[in-house]
């Protein structure tokens, strides 16, 4: 059970630091790399090669701006690839909308602007149909996430 985080530029890894925080809580092993699919194609394309042989099975890809990261992964695996739009420029907007909309038959998954968590969180339901135990942590995280907003909110809020 294993994750790729893949990023363009180190400046990026203070927003992709929630995929790992989520893949830590559950357990999952990942991979972190920095890598453009504008600077570097080849290394990048190399390095998928290598993910995919050391058993890889979900990519997560965080871009901005251009956002063509996460696409041009998809075209070059068969892995399911989550994206991750990042903040750059328009508030975000043109990095989402590079990155959701991808060409009929190489599908990107995309979270919110800068919500890398909510990737790990996606790569970590997707392992979690061939992982049992995982699957067993997620369906444990779940009900606790309602036990404690119950807890905390059941009783009506001050405002």
Do not use: C
Request: zero cysteines; a negative charge; charged letters at 25%.
């Amino acid at each position: 059970m294993k994750v790729a985080i893949i990023f363009g530029s180190k400046s990026d890894i203070e927003k992709m630091k929630g995929a790992a925080d989520a893949l830590k809580e559950f357990g999952v092993e990942y991979t972190a790399h920095v890598l453009s699919a504008h600077r570097v194609p080849e290394k990048l394309s190399e390095t998928l090669s290598e993910l995919e042989v050391s058993g890889v099975e979900v990519i997560i890809a965080g871009a901005g701006l251009a956002a063509h990261l996460p696409g041009v992964i998809a075209s070059q695996t068969i892995l399911p690839v989550i994206g991750v739009p990042i903040k750059a420029a328009l508030d975000g907007l043109d990095s989402l909308l590079s990155i959701v909309q991808m060409p009929k038959s190489i599908p990107v998954a995309t979270v919110a602007i800068d919500n890398s968590y909510n990737a790990g969180m996606l790569a970590v339901e997707i392992l979690s149909i061939k992982y049992d135990d995982l699957r067993e942590k997620l369906k444990a995280y779940r009900v606790n996430m309602k036990e404690k907003f119950i807890k905390e909110n059941g009783q009506g809020v001050e405002i």
